[in-house]
């Protein structure tokens, strides 16, 4: 199981190794108890996510978790929103996501750059570690869909 996991995380940096940008991501949390949403800060289990898939996060200001404001979710300019798939649910999925605070003033929101993700990927170091880092660092990395 650890050596699965090994070279998943191994082949993913193989991957990213010849890749010269990073996208900016941030990752932004809405539930019953935090309507208006959090955000995730430096040394969180969300950030090293973040940069084992290739990504930068661009909020270093704080520690955790803080409310989300529309200033900070501008200040971050993110290339990509992560939000888990409950959380886009709540915010009434991509539309609703952007009416987030400052959400339709980033690169983001403008292009439609918000990818829900399997509630569970950012539980925890466990052995689904690997294929986690592997599936955001693919959709990290996906062309955007162009609008019809």
Same mark, same amino acid.
């Given at each position: 199981m650890i050596a699965g996991l =090994?070279?998943?995380?191994?082949?993913?940096?193989?991957?990213?190794?010849?890749?010269?940008?990073?996208?900016?991501?941030?990752?932004?949390?809405?539930?019953? =108890?935090m309507p208006g949403g959090n955000l995730s800060g430096k040394n969180t289990r969300i950030a090293e996510?973040?940069?084992?898939?290739?990504?930068? =996060?661009?909020?270093?200001?704080?520690?955790?978790?803080r409310p989300l404001t529309e200033e900070g979710v501008i200040a971050a300019a993110p290339d990509i929103i992560v939000m888990t798939e409950r959380s886009f649910e709540r915010a009434g999925g991509l539309e609703g996501a952007k009416k987030l605070p400052g959400v339709a003033l980033t690169p983001a929101g403008r292009v439609g750059r918000v990818i829900p993700v399997n509630d569970m990927y950012f539980q925890g170091f466990g052995p689904g570690m690997g294929k986690v880092v592997s599936e955001l660092s693919a959709r990290f990395f996906a062309e955007p869909q162009k609008k019809k």
């Open positions: =090994n070279r998943e995380i191994k082949n993913t940096a193989a991957h990213l190794k010849n890749r010269k940008a990073k996208p900016k991501v941030i990752f932004s949390g809405l539930g019953p =108890n996510m973040i940069e084992l898939a290739g990504g930068i =996060n661009p909020i270093t200001q704080f520690e955790g978790f």
